[in-house]
């Protein structure tokens, strides 16, 4: 059984979390004051929405960023005023019908391993995950990401840091997470975790889309994306694009 869907909510600096389940949704933030570039973000990540903003804005002077905390908004906002990029997971930006013009690497694959993180002792068999697809489109996702015959029963979120609740309140038995975020999960709680792999369960990595707009407005904007591998690649999980 998914979550009920929260009302919508515009966050600013300083503002109180929202409780689990409800969309983060930011407003556009400008770097410079001059004409700016305009760049979509819907990344799930281990860090505050917020937060995540800020750093793209400090990493990407004179371009247009906003963040987007629920597929469904970036979704939308894609098909309506196009940005000059996109920065999603390449599943995102597939499920959002855009086509994908430069994937992120690390360690020479644009793929990374998903596990499940699991409670010990918990008969629960529900599985958390982050919503990069669409509520319709993720039990599929899920279901061929694991190598399945049918779909689990889920619980969807809509970011990674809701994830530990449901193991915490035992609403899920297990959550589905990029391997790399395992450790710092672990450190951030006292229960008795442990990891489940399954044969083949890779997502793609960070990837990026270009409107493709006449003129220089796609070069400029590249050169300024070539900075994330080296400021922001812990958190995106990539090295290079490609």
């Given at each position: 059984?998914?979550?009920?869907?929260?009302?919508?909510?515009?966050?600013?600096?300083?503002?109180?979390?929202?409780?689990?389940g409800?969309?983060?949704?930011?407003?556009?933030?400008?770097?410079?004051?001059?004409?700016?570039?305009s760049?979509?973000?819907?990344?799930?990540?281990?860090?505050?929405p917020?937060?995540?903003?800020?750093?793209?804005?400090?990493?990407?002077p004179?371009?247009?960023?906003?963040?987007?905390?629920?597929?469904v908004d970036?979704?939308?906002?894609?098909?309506?005023?196009?940005?000059?990029?996109?920065?999603?997971?390449?599943?995102?930006?597939?499920?959002?019908?855009?086509p994908?013009?430069?994937?992120?690497?690390?360690?020479?694959?644009?793929?990374e391993?998903?596990?499940?993180?699991?409670?010990?002792g918990?008969?629960?068999?529900?599985?958390?995950?982050?919503?990069?697809?669409?509520?319709?489109?993720?039990?599929?996702m899920?279901?061929?990401l694991?190598?399945?015959?049918?779909?689990?029963?889920?619980?969807?979120v809509?970011?990674?840091a809701d994830?530990l609740?449901?193991?915490?309140?035992?609403?899920?038995?297990?959550?589905?997470i990029?391997?790399?975020?395992?450790?710092?999960?672990r450190?951030?709680?006292?229960?008795?975790?442990?990891?489940?792999?399954?044969?083949g369960?890779?997502?793609?990595r960070?990837?990026?889309?270009?409107?493709?707009?006449?003129?220089?407005?796609?070069?400029?904007?590249?050169?300024?994306?070539?900075?994330?591998?080296r400021?922001?690649?812990s958190?995106?999980?990539i090295?290079?694009?490609?």
């Open positions: 059984m998914f979550p009920l869907p929260c009302s919508r909510r515009t966050f600013l600096r300083g503002s109180a979390a929202a409780a689990v409800c969309a983060f949704e930011f407003g556009t933030r400008r770097a410079g004051a001059r004409e700016s570039l760049l979509f973000a819907f990344v799930p990540v281990l860090e505050r917020q937060a995540f903003q800020d750093a793209l804005v400090l990493a990407l004179g371009v247009e960023v906003t963040v987007f905390g629920r597929f970036f979704k939308s906002s894609m098909q309506g005023r196009a940005p000059d990029a996109a920065l999603a997971l390449g599943v995102s930006l597939e499920a959002a019908g855009v994908i013009h430069l994937r992120g690497y690390a360690a020479g694959s644009a793929t391993e998903y596990v499940v993180l699991a409670k010990q918990s008969q629960n068999t529900t599985l958390g995950v982050t919503d990069v697809v669409g509520r319709t489109a993720l039990p599929a899920v279901t061929r694991l190598g399945l015959s049918e779909a689990p029963a889920l619980q969807r809509l970011k990674p994830l609740p449901l193991l915490q309140l035992d609403v899920a038995g297990g959550v589905i990029p391997a790399r975020h395992v450790v710092a999960l450190r951030t709680t006292e229960l008795s975790l442990y990891v489940r792999r399954y044969s369960a890779q997502l793609s960070a990837a990026l889309h270009f409107s493709q707009r006449p003129g220089t407005r796609e070069t400029l904007l590249r050169n300024s994306l070539e900075v994330l591998p400021v922001m690649g958190t995106l999980g090295d290079q694009w490609k």
